[in-house]
DNA sequence: TTAAAATTTTAGATTTGTCTAAAATAATTT
DNA sequence: AAATTATTTTAGACAAATCTAAAATTTTAA
C-alpha cells in the first residue's frame, strides 16, 4: 500500500512517541507535529481506516503490527538518505535531517535497495541510530567511543561526535570517516593515544582526545 | 520563491512543449500532463499570479523569463539525480525518469549543490540530454559515437545506446561507464576496431559495433 | 461527588489540485 | 457570413490536509 507523504510523518512521528507498551495522546502527537489537536484526530480516523492502528476515540492509539512495519520502512529510507548525505555529500550530521525528511518519502522499492547496496548495507546512521534492515529488523550493536573498542578487533566507524573545523580537517588527513574499517594496533598508556589501521590506509596514530570522539562497532 | 510538485510539473511541462517562440494552448499542456484542459486552465491562472507565465485567456501560453529560469532548475535537479541513478545506483538508464521525477522536487540548494560536486559535475545526463548549469545555462555539446571521435582526443562518455546484457557485461569488464574519461589511441581501418584508453584502466581494443554505441563529448 | 479544568472530538471553513458539465469563444466549413 | 465544430474557460463539486470554534468526554480537584 502507498501513503502520501503527510501520512508517512504521522506514522513515524506516532512509531518515535510510542514506547513499548505506552498509548500515544492526541496533544502529544500534535505538539510534537506542530499540529493543532483537530487534525491529528482527523488523520487518526484515516490511519485506522487503512488498519494502521489500534484507537479507541479519547483513549489514545499505537501503531499495530502492519502501522509499525510501515514506520520502519520510513525510518530505514530516513537515515540510508542521511548516511548517503553525510558520506557522500559531505553535509554535516546535525544538518541532515530536515533533506532526509523530503528524500524518505520518494518511494521506489528498487532504489532504496539500490542505495542500500551502494551504500555498503550500513547498520547505524550517522547520529549513531541503527537502520532497519529490508525486513524491517532493527540491528542491535552496541557502539563504544574508539577509546574503549578492543585492540586488534575489526571495527567500523559509526559516528563522530565533535564537529569542530579542527576534529574534521584531522579525520579527513588520516582518512577516517563514517563507514570507514578500523582496528586499534596499540594503545599507549601514557597520554592514550591509539595507534589505528583503516583500510587501505596507512596506520597512524590519534589522540586520547580524538578517540573519545570516534564511536565504532563490531565488524561481524 | 518555492513551488509545490503540483506547480513544478506544469513548469517543466511547458517548457518542454514551447519552441523558441509558440505558444502553447490548454489542450496539448492537458494531453502532456494526462489532465483535463478545465485543470490546466486553473493551473495556469495561478502560475500567472505567481508571474511565471504569458497568458493571454483563448489565445495560449509561454513562460516567461522567470518561468524558463524555474524550469531550468528543475530541468537540472531531473538530470542530475539521473545521472546519479544510472552511474551510482547502476539503475538502466531506460528506467530512472520515473524515480528523478520524485527527486527532482527535493528542493534544498545546497543539496543539488553538493550532488552536482559529488557526480564531478556532469554535462550531460545518460539519456545525452544536456545538464543546465547552476545560472541555467545550457551546455552546448555535440556528442559523436566514439567511432566519430578524434584520435588522441580527451573525451568524456556521455551516453550509452545499446542496453544489451551483453553491451553492459562487456562496457563493465572494460570499465567504460558513463562519466568516464577516454581517449581513442588507434583505430584500425580493416575492421573499424579501434584502442582506447579509459582513465585509470589499461587499454583496450573495442569492435566498430561498440564504439557506434559509446557516445562522447570533449573534455573541454 | 460534583464542579472546574484539561483533553479530545466534531462541525464547519479553507486551500490546493483535481474533476465534470455547461457556457463562452475561436476556428473551420459550406 | 452563417452554421457547425473545436477549443477554452467558467461554475460548481470533491478529496486531502489543514485550521478555528464549539461540543463532548475524561480527568482533576475542591
Chains 1, 2 share one sequence.
Not at 595507534?195 to 590506509?201: D, P, S, V
Amino acid at each position: 500500500m502507498k501513503f502520501s507523504a503527510s501520512e508517512e510523518n504521522y506514522i513515524k512521528s506516532i512509531y518515535s512517541l510510542q514506547g513499548k507498551t505506552e498509548k500515544v495522546n492526541t496533544n502529544s502527537l500534535a505538539g510534537y507535529l506542530n499540529m493543532r489537536a483537530a487534525s491529528v484526530t482527523d488523520m487518526l480516523k484515516r490511519l485506522k481506516t487503512k488498519k494502521l492502528l489500534e484507537y479507541k476515540k479519547y483513549y489514545g492509539f499505537r501503531l499495530n503490527d502492519s502501522g509499525n512495519k510501515e514506520a520502519l520502512r520510513i525510518i530505514r529510507r530516513h537515515r540510508l538518505w542521511e548516511f548517503f548525505l553525510v558520506t557522500r555529500l559531505g553535509m554535516e550530521w546535525d544538518k541532515v535531517h530536515i533533506v532526509a525528511e523530503e528524500l524518505e518519502h520518494v518511494s521506489s522499492n528498487d532504489l532504496i535497495k539500490r542505495l542500500d547496496n551502494f551504500l555498503g548495507k550500513p547498520k547505524i546512521d550517522p547520529h549513531g541510530d541503527p537502520i532497519p534492515d529490508a525486513n524491517g529488523r532493527m540491528p542491535v550493536l552496541k557502539q563504544v567511543s574508539l577509546d574503549n573498542f578492543s585492540l586488534k578487533k575489526n571495527g567500523i566507524v559509526s559516528s563522530v561526535k565533535s564537529q569542530t573545523q579542527q576534529m574534521m580537517e584531522m579525520l579527513n588527513h588520516y582518512g577516517i570517516s563514517i563507514g570507514s574499517h578500523i582496528k586499534v594496533l596499540k594503545a599507549f598508556d601514557f597520554d592514550g593515544s591509539l595507534q589505528i589501521k583503516i583500510l587501505k590506509q596507512p596506520a597512524c596514530i590519534i589522540s586520547e582526545q580524538a578517540a573519545q570522539n570516534i564511536f565504532v562497532y563490531d565488524d561481524q
